[in-house]
Each structure stands twice: as structure tokens, then as C-alpha cells.
């Protein structure tokens, strides 16, 4: 590849997601509704929490966290994607291609983590239930929190900076509506080969590590739902586990679709699961918390019973 090939690029331009341009507004106005419904969604979720006292519990503490999470992880892409609809304007600046894929990861992985964390809460809930509150006390969730945060930082920090030293062909076009890191590196006229190690390991190791604590929680539950089985303790544990069960599949099965089985034949099908796993599953996490979970139901009518009062 010649020098002059080879360049500091101070823009991308972002295709987007593939439609007639007759159809650009109604797109625009259904991304626009899902969005606002997954902040506006979270939120409630954070406000009641922290509003009731009845959630002051390790689980609702994590799940706050995780609907914070949410909120930021569709707020990397979703605006940016909004307002190149609207405007028709496609590029992205290098700083803000970078930035994007630091916080897609850092997000990500947050994302990840914290259903680790929210999985183990469970185990001790269900498996030592009588020493529940010795065990999660308030300094070792605080612990498993920004536990978390770190680790997602350096991972997320970690591929940033090796994508920083890349240069990139005159080719400045990525087919998606968002910079993705193994797009970059294809569009790089320069070496990926300690890139793609860091993608195998680091990025495997973030996803392998927390999938297995799941599966270690929830093997540990199962067992021991078996050795005492009994009408009360099925439903104990159909109902302390099934919101967050739901949420690990949707989860993780668009995390599996995007990234280890990805259509190479078709990218209009990587788009489409990357939007699923993006902006749809964080905003169907408010609804599974809230439609499968009585604490949240109770804390919203008390929450509406006192806004009521205060208006009259």
C-alpha cells in the first residue's frame, strides 16, 4: 500500500440501516418511540428504587444499575443514528468514531457483568437463604458494582487503544448505522493481527467469564430446587429468577446471532441484529421487570397513590 493511500482520516461515514428513502420518516419515528420508551423506561425503574424502600434490597440495587446501564448503551448509538436520518448527514469524526466504540464496549461489557453479579445475588438468595443478608451485605455489593465498571473500563480501554495507532485506506465507508471494531479494522490498511488476538482473548475472555457464572448460578439453583423439591420453592425460584432469566437470553442469544454465527453472506442481517441487541432488548428489560415482578408492581402503585395524594 502506497503512502499516500495510507491516512489520518478525520471523518467515517455511516450508511446506516438500509431504507427507501420514502420510508425515512416513519423509521425515524419508530426508532425515535423506542428510544424514549427505553429511557423513559429505565428511569422509572431507577426512580422507583430509589424512591421506595421496599427495593433497598442487593437485587434492586444491581437491577438500578442495569437499567442505568441500558439507558447509556442505546444513547451511544440511537441519537447519533437519529439525527443522520434526519438530517442526511452520514459522517462521523474520527474522535467520535473512536468514542463510540469505547462505550459500546464499555457498556457492553458492563452489561454483561452486572448479570453476573445479579445472577450470583440470586444463588445466594435461593441457595443460603438464611444467610442471605450476612452474605450480601451492603460493602460487598458495592464491591461487585464497581468491580464491574473497572473491568469493562480496561477491556473497553484496552481495544480503544489499539485501534488509536491504525491507519486507515481511502475507503471511509462503514455499512452500518454505528462504528463497529471489526469493522474498522477491515477498512485499516495497517497490521490488525495484535487487534484480533486482543478481540479472541480479551473479548472472549468477557463474555466466556460471566456466561459460565451464569450457567455455574443457575446449575447451583436447579440442584438445589431438586434436592428439596416443593410446590413453594418452584414458584420461589420461578419468581426471583424468571425476569432476570428472561433478560439473560434475549441478552445473550442476540450476542451469540451477532457475533458467533454472523451472516457474512448478508450484512442487512448483522445490522438488524446488532438493532435487536442495541435498542430493542434494553428496551424490553423495563417491561420484563415490571410485568413479571410484584415488588416493582407494588412500588408503582404506591408510587402513583402518592402522586395522586399530592395533587389533590
Given at each position: 500500500m502506497r503512502p499516500e493511500n495510507r491516512s489520518r482520516v478525520?471523518?467515517?461515514?455511516?450508511?446506516?440501516?438500509?431504507m427507501q428513502p420514502e420510508h425515512r420518516a416513519m423509521y425515524f419515528s419508530v426508532f425515535l418511540g423506542m428510544y424514549l420508551t427505553t429511557v423513559l423506561g429505565n428511569l422509572l425503574i431507577i426512580l422507583l428504587i430509589r424512591l421506595d424502600s421496599h427495593l433497598h434490597?442487593?437485587?434492586y440495587f444491581f437491577l438500578s444499575h442495569l437499567a442505568f446501564t441500558d439507558v447509556s448503551f442505546s444513547s451511544v448509538t440511537v441519537p447519533k443514528m437519529l439525527m443522520n436520518m434526519q438530517t442526511q448527514c452520514q459522517s462521523i469524526s474520527y474522535m467520535g468514531c473512536l468514542s463510540q466504540v469505547y462505550f459500546l464496549i464499555f457498556f457492553g461489557c458492563l452489561d454483561s457483568f452486572l448479570l453476573t453479579v445479579m445472577a450470583y445475588d440470586r444463588y445466594v438468595a435461593i441457595c443460603h437463604c438464611l444467610h442471605y443478608t450476612t452474605i450480601m451485605r451492603g460493602e460487598l455489593c458495592v464491591f461487585l458494582v464497581i468491580g464491574s465498571w473497572i473491568l469493562s473500563?480496561?477491556?473497553?480501554?484496552s481495544h480503544t487503544l489499539f485501534l488509536v495507532p491504525l491507519s486507515f485506506c481511502d475507503n471511509r465507508t462503514i455499512p452500518h448505522f454505528l462504528c463497529d471494531l471489526a469493522v474498522l479494522l477491515r477498512l485499516s490498511c495497517s497490521d490488525t493481527s495484535l487487534n484480533e488476538l486482543a478481540i479472541f482473548t480479551i473479548g472472549g475472555m468477557a463474555t466466556i467469564l460471566p456466561l459460565n457464572g451464569i450457567l455455574f448460578s443457575y446449575v447451583r439453583i436447579g440442584i438445589s430446587i431438586l434436592r428439596a423439591p416443593s410446590t413453594k420453592g418452584l414458584y420461589k425460584a420461578l419468581s426471583t429468577c424468571g425476569s432476570h432469566l428472561s433478560v439473560i437470553l434475549i441478552f445473550y442469544g442476540t450476542i451469540f446471532g451477532l457475533?458467533?454465527?454472523?451472516?457474512?453472506s448478508?450484512?442487512?442481517?448483522n445490522i438488524i441484529a446488532s438493532f435487536v441487541y442495541m435498542v430493542v432488548?434494553?428496551?424490553l428489560n423495563p417491561f420484563i421487570y415490571s410485568l413479571k415482578n410484584k415488588d416493582?408492581?407494588?412500588?408503582?402503585?404506591?408510587?402513583?397513590?402518592?402522586v395522586n395524594s399530592s395533587c389533590k
Open positions: 478525520s471523518e467515517f461515514l455511516l450508511l446506516g440501516i438500509p434490597t442487593p437485587m473500563c480496561a477491556i473497553a480501554l457475533y458467533f454465527f454472523p451472516s457474512s448478508n450484512s442487512n442481517n432488548t434494553p428496551m416493582m408492581k407494588r412500588a408503582l402503585g404506591r408510587l402513583i397513590k402518592s
